[in-house]
């Protein structure tokens, strides 16, 4: 659905979990914007600061140097959902719907459309606001890669890069002591990840969400690696990884979050199965937010910064309820309420996935 819409005054907020590229896309979206003649405005802190009013205007001098930082300048969150924001009240903590309130407070200063940078559940309060009547376009973030509609998500490169750093690491450590070492990255739900860090790093064992895996073919390949004179193995897992049969991992549960359920732990349960069945000494590894923080590459500058160009494009056009995309090497734009709540997982006939198992790469079935 697209909707014409005179603009003038744009903002601009980043929401859910940081990845490198977001401050690549503040910078595009307000360059752009003012090369255009439109004022731009910041807001801090995800839609949380769209509730509670913390909203700046934002010049060149705002975005200067920020290209190759990582994180983001505005700030970000993935508690604050508009539609059932936290509040206390006589000392009870209870959720109320503040979504009238937000959209006052953009009128308030004059602000006609936003940029929503985020993943699937900031989607999915961008595409609640556009139906409300707010114009919106979206710009797709997460380490994660699993937002449908697009090819890449920025920040993905970037913490490919740091799980393939930390396989090559891992690679001498366990050659040198004859050790099992099991490297546990994020991805939540999606393997993508670890796919591809995997494939990059050398990985013998490579287990994603979207295979279930069997213990014992771990074990075997393992063994298989040791019969060829191989006394050590690099395994890759997705914290979203589980047994046939068996439950996911999860670390803790937090009241209030975009992402209830957190993941966690997987990598732990497999190495102590790995070191029961197979006599090997055995290490876990969890880089967790190491993936998320530092310098984004530089395929991640160049996606965010065609990210943030073409979201001002889409104002500029009137054309809204979009989320900018990447497909087949060129930004296209996809409806946010096509994609909202759904996700991008690795499925079967994947041609990375085929080649992995081509050159003997164990997936756990």
């Not at 013998?204 to 969400?209: A, M, R, S, V």
Request: charged residues 20%; aromatic residues 6%; negative net charge.
């Amino acid at each position: 659905m697209c909707t014409k819409h005179q603009v003038k005054t744009i903002a601009v907020l980043t929401g859910g979990g940081d990845a490198p590229g977001l401050n690549a896309v503040i910078r595009a979206v307000v360059r752009t914007a003012l090369g255009k003649g439109l004022a731009v405005w910041g807001i801090k802190n995800g839609f949380g600061g769209m509730v509670e009013n913390q909203m700046f205007a934002m010049t060149d001098e705002s975005v200067a140097g920020i290209l190759p930082r990582g994180g983001t300048i505005l700030g970000t969150t993935n508690r604050d959902n508009p539609f059932n924001f936290q509040t206390v009240k006589d000392g009870q903590v209870i959720y109320e719907n503040k979504s009238e309130q937000a959209l006052e407070n953009l009128r308030q200063a004059g602000i006609d459309a936003l940029v929503v940078i985020g993943g699937d559940g900031t989607l999915k309060i961008a595409s609640e606001f556009y139906e409300m009547g707010l114009p919106v376009v979206a710009v797709p973030k997460t380490i994660d890669n699993d937002i449908p509609g697009t090819e890449r998500t920025f920040g993905f490169d970037t913490a490919v890069g740091v799980a393939t750093d930390a396989l090559d690491r891992l690679h001498t450590t366990a050659e040198s002591h004859h050790r099992v070492m099991v490297l546990e990255v994020m991805g939540r739900y999606a393997g993508w990840i670890a796919l591809h860090a995997g494939m990059a790093g050398g990985a013998d064992c490579i287990l994603i969400p979207e295979i279930p895996f069997v213990t014992e073919s771990v074990i075997a390949k393992i063994r298989e690696r040791q019969q060829h004179g191989r006394q050590f193995s690099l395994i890759v897992i997705a914290e979203g990884a589980f047994p046939q049969g068996g439950e996911l991992s999860v670390a803790r549960i937090v009241e209030g979050s975009h992402e209830k359920i957190r993941l966690g732990g997987i990598g732990e349960k497999l190495t102590r199965e790995i070191e029961k069945l197979t006599g090997v000494e055995s290490r876990c590894t969890v880089l967790g937010h190491v993936q998320r923080g530092g310098t984004p590459t530089a395929f991640d500058r160049i996606l965010s910064t065609r990210y943030g160009v073409a979201a001002v494009d889409c104002m500029i056009d009137g054309t809204f309820g979009n989320m900018v995309a990447l497909q087949k090497n060129q930004i296209i734009r996809v409806p946010i309420a096509d994609i909202a709540g759904k996700a991008h997982n690795v499925t079967a006939d994947n041609e990375l996935l085929k080649a992995g198992r081509a050159i003997g790469i164990c997936f756990g079935d």
